[in-house]
């Protein structure tokens, strides 16, 4: 295996590709610098920097000189699993570029494919010929003899689901709103119709609306109200930072925390804004959370502490998660004397969908044992608020039963490689057989 500084990897962000119908995809672009010279013996590969992409990490296996049971002259690739845990049933596609960033060539897996730690790398033996790559009539490698690929994984139902900002929507519902209103205008047509006889053109017709609107969106129309003599409320924080309640306030006004500032300060987006009930930021945080934390044995109870007081039922149902996967351990290792009794129950729920390879079967509209995220999907879809421990949700779902429906989940089956149609070298690889 060869150093991971050889390529680096770069976000092309969410699509669909050419290849797809309607599904979501997330693709990634990855950049193997210097192809000709990475080592090309057979079975020696090249690792991506790792990606993640529906909550799991992942990285690219890439064979310049193909495997043992590659045809002679073709490299390999194969998408690996890097996390610990299961990712679903997984569509996945690899797709190699020119240098003018258009696909010369695309392989796409045509069955969903189950990675787990037991399976955790699929792929092709016989991706594309490394003659093909290396011919500079093609213009595959740019000048610098790099070579990219990208790889799309298609979006999980079961990702995490984080509501929209329902602010847009919200602002546009105001519009007329007389009870809400502060400023009005009377707006008069009698000088565009006067000369129509028509005694009903004379009649203002009135406009309400709102002066913080106008203020932000039209600064002129608000101009001709005045300035307001009224003194303004003053309120006092002493609890949050003030950088952290200007992304609060933001947030509420239809903007959004960029990424990097929302990983920097999780937690403290997290309090303030469960401390002010600005729901949606605190799940769209609760989410970036449970992306950029691995649960160890050193803070899974901790975690699972955090999860319970500020009802974080996703990154309670991860640590979960993780204590089923590593049960044997954890009992060896965890003492659960601070746990709260109503925890007993989510730790049976992670094992029941561990035995029962996580389906919705076993009990009524199988909402027991539903994930965190399908749950908080289908309150949004009925209206009903998606804040709240799982029992809560539970019970909203139950007491609303008429309104959304459950999907049933047919019993799984294992995927050979002759399943795959006629791609006949879309194979799965096992860690064992890992050259």
């Not at 390529?7 to 119908?21: K, M, Y």
């Not at 709240?388 to 019993?411: K, Q, Y």
Request: charged share 25%; net charge negative.
């Amino acid at each position: 295996m060869t150093n991971v500084d050889r390529c680096t990897v770069t976000t092309l962000g969410v699509g669909r590709p050419s290849s797809s119908s309607g599904e979501e995809w997330q693709s990634f672009k990855m950049l193997f610098h210097g192809f000709a010279d990475l080592p090309s013996a057979v079975g020696q590969y090249t690792l991506s920097p790792e990606f993640t992409c529906n909550g799991r990490r992942w990285c690219i296996q890439l064979f310049p000189g193909g495997k043992r049971a590659s045809m002679t002259g073709c490299l390999s690739l194969y998408l690996e699993l890097r996390s610990g845990g299961t990712a679903t049933a997984t569509l996945f596609e690899a797709s190699t570029l020119d240098k003018f960033q258009s696909v010369k060539h695309s392989k796409k897996a045509t069955v969903p494919r189950s990675f787990s730690s037991e399976n955790k790398v699929f792929g092709w033996s016989n991706f594309d010929r490394r003659s093909y790559i290396l011919k500079q009539s093609e213009n595959i490698l740019d000048d610098n003899g790099t070579l990219a690929i990208v790889v799309s994984i298609q979006r999980d139902s079961a990702s995490p689901f984080v509501p929209r900002n329902p602010m847009s929507s919200l602002i546009t519902g105001m519009f007329l709103d007389e009870e809400t209103a502060d400023v009005c205008f009377e707006v008069s047509s009698a000088d565009v119709h006067e000369d129509d006889g028509d005694d009903a053109a004379l009649s203002p017709v009135t406009f309400h609306a709102h002066s913080f609107v106008l203020k932000t969106c039209a600064p002129m129309l608000a101009s001709l109200f005045g300035s307001d003599d009224e003194k303004i409320v003053v309120v006092s924080i002493n609890d949050v930072k003030p950088a952290i309640f200007r992304h609060l306030l933001h947030y509420v006004y239809g903007g959004s925390v960029e990424e990097g500032e929302l990983t920097a300060h999780v937690k403290d987006i997290i309090n303030a804004a469960d401390k002010y009930s600005i729901v949606n930021l605190k799940l769209q945080a609760e989410a970036a959370y449970v992306e950029s934390t691995d649960i160890t044995m050193d803070n899974a109870m901790d975690n699972l502490l955090y999860a319970d007081a500020l009802n974080l039922a996703l990154l309670k149902e991860v640590v979960m998660d993780f204590l089923a996967e590593n049960h044997d351990e954890a009992i060896g290792s965890l003492s659960f004397d601070d746990v709260p009794g109503n925890v007993v129950k989510d730790l049976m729920v992670a094992f029941g969908r561990k035995m029962k390879g996580d389906t919705n079967e076993g009990s009524k509209d199988g909402l027991n044992t539903m994930r965190v995220s399908e749950l908080r999907r289908k309150l949004a879809e009925i209206g009903l608020g998606v804040d709240g421990s799982r029992e809560a949700m539970i019970e909203a779902l139950l007491a609303n039963a008429g309104g959304f429906a459950v999907d049933s989940n047919e019993e799984g089956e294992e995927i050979s490689d002759e399943d795959s149609g006629s791609d006949e070298d879309d194979e799965e690889l096992s860690a064992e057989e890992e050259d």
